[in-house]
C-alpha cells in the first residue's frame, strides 16, 4: 500500500471508529481483549448498548469495490475474531456484490458493512458527507477507477450464451434452474450429468479444455464421468495440478437422493490414479456429502495423495452466482473475482481439518 492509500485508509478507519460510537457502541481500546495476543487484537473492539461485543475487521481498498479475492482473505482475518455471542464484523471501504456477500457471510460466519452499508448507517449525520467526501477523493485519485462498460462480456472461450435483443437471464441463473429440474436418483443420472458438463463449461470453459464424457480406461471395465485437461496459463489450476501431480482432473456426478457416503467415495478412489496423473476429483452430488466420506476421501489423501473434493447443489449455485456477476464487470477485474475462490477455500479447509 502507498503512503497516500495509507492516509486514506487512516482515514477510513477513524471515521469508521466515529461511526462506531454514533451508533451506540462504546470504544473498549483500553480494554483486555480475551481473544488472543496484542499482535490479533480487532481494529475495533467495541461494546453495544445491550452489552453485545463488537469485533471488527477494518479493510481499505483503493477501488470502489471489493473483489472476491480480497473478500476471501478479509473475511478469513475478521473470523479470527469470532467468539461465542460475540459478533465479528468486516468493515471494507468497497462496494461487496450481493452474491460474494451472502458467500462470504455464510463461509466465515461474520457480517459485513461494505461501502453501501456504511452510507446508509451513516445517512442524515455529518459522517455522511464525511465519507462520501474521502470515497469521491479515492476515486478521483485512483488509476483503475475507469468507465465500466456498457454490456456484459463473454470469456473467449467456453462461454457460448445465447445473444439477443431483449435483456437476457444470466447464464447462470438458466443453469441452477435446469439444475433444480432434474429429479434426483439413478434415472435422471444422464440428465443431471448432462447440466453438470454444462455448469463445469460455464464456470471453467476457458481453462478446463478437451471435456470427454464416460472415458473407459485401459482395463476395459471402469468409466469416468467427465475428464479434463488443464490450461497451463490459469494460476488456480495449474498450481492444482502440479501439487497434486495430476494431467487429468476428474469429475463425478452423483444424482442420489440422499449424500454421498463412504463406500462411494471408496470406488471414485479406485478409479483414480497417482501414477496416470489422475489424482483430483471433484464429486458433484445433489446434497452435502456425509460426515463419514469427508472422512475416507480425507484417508485417501493421506494413504494414496489423491484429492476428493465434494461440491453439491448450493455450492454450485454460488459459483454460477460469482460467474454471472464475474462476466458483466471490466475483464481486468476477472482474475480476482474468479469462482475458484470458493473451490480454493474448500479444498484449504478439507486439507487443514484433515488428522495424521
Known amino acids: 500500500m502507498t503512503t497516500i492509500q495509507q492516509r486514506f485508509a487512516f482515514r477510513f478507519e477513524l471515521l469508521v471508529r466515529q461511526l462506531v460510537v454514533q451508533l451506540g457502541y462504546d470504544l473498549l481500546d483500553n480494554e483486555f481483549w480475551s481473544g488472543g495476543s496484542q499482535g490479533l487484537r480487532p481494529d475495533v473492539f467495541a461494546k453495544g448498548p445491550r452489552e453485545q461485543k463488537l469485533h471488527a475487521e477494518i479493510k481499505w481498498t483503493h477501488r470502489p469495490d471489493v473483489r472476491l479475492k480480497q473478500l476471501r ?67 478521483s485519485l485512483s488509476a483503475l477507477a475507469t468507465e465500466m462498460p456498457s454490456g456484459p462480456t463473454v470469456s473467449e472461450e467456453g462461454d457460448d450464451a445465447e445473444q439477443d435483443d431483449a435483456p437476457m437471464q444470466p447464464r447462470g441463473e438458466k443453469l441452477i434452474a435446469r439444475l433444480s429440474a432434474v429429479e434426483y436418483g439413478a434415472e435422471h443420472a444422464s440428465e443431471y450429468e448432462l447440466v453438470c458438463e454444462e455448469i463445469v463449461d460455464y464456470l471453467f470453459g476457458g481453462v478446463l479444455l478437451d471435456g470427454r464424457r464416460h472415458p473407459r480406461l485401459d482395463d476395459g471395465l471402469s468409466i469416468l464421468d467427465i475428464v479434463y485437461r488443464v490450461k497451463s496459463q490459469d494460476q488456480f489450476w495449474s498450481a492444482l495440478a502440479r501439487d497434486f501431480r495430476a494431467r487429468v482432473i476428474v469429475f463425478e456426478c452423483k444424482n442420489y437422493t440422499g449424500p454421498v457416503g463412504p463406500m462411494q467415495v471408496f470406488t471414485t478412489e479406485r478409479y483414480m490414479s497417482t501414477v496416470a496423473l489422475r489424482s483430483v476429483c471433484f464429486v458433484l452430488s445433489r446434497t452435502a456429502a456425509h460426515p463419514h466420506a469427508i472422512v475416507a476421501a480425507q484417508g485417501a489423501m493421506r494413504e494414496t495423495g489423491k484429492l476428493i473434493i465434494f461440491l453439491h447443489d448450493e455450492d454450485l449455485a454460488t459459483m454460477l452466482r460469482l460467474r454471472d456477476t464475474q462476466v458483466n464487470e471490466h475483464p481486468a477485474s476477472w482474475a480476482d473475482n474468479d469462482p475458484t475462490e470458493i473451490l480454493d477455500q474448500k479444498i484449504y479447509e478439507f486439507l487443514a481439518t484433515m488428522p495424521r
Do not use: C
Request: no cysteine.
Open 73 to 139: 482473505d478479509w473475511s478469513a482475518a475478521a473470523a479470527r475474531y469470532r467468539r461465542d455471542g460475540e459478533q465479528a464484523l468486516l468493515i471494507a471501504s468497497g462496494v461487496v456484490e450481493p452474491v460474494r456477500r451472502e458467500w462470504a457471510e455464510n463461509e466465515f460466519d461474520i457480517q459485513i458493512w461494505d461501502r453501501t452499508s456504511i452510507l446508509e448507517k451513516a445517512h442524515g449525520s455529518a459522517l455522511h458527507e464525511e465519507f462520501e467526501n474521502l470515497f469521491a477523493e479515492a476515486r
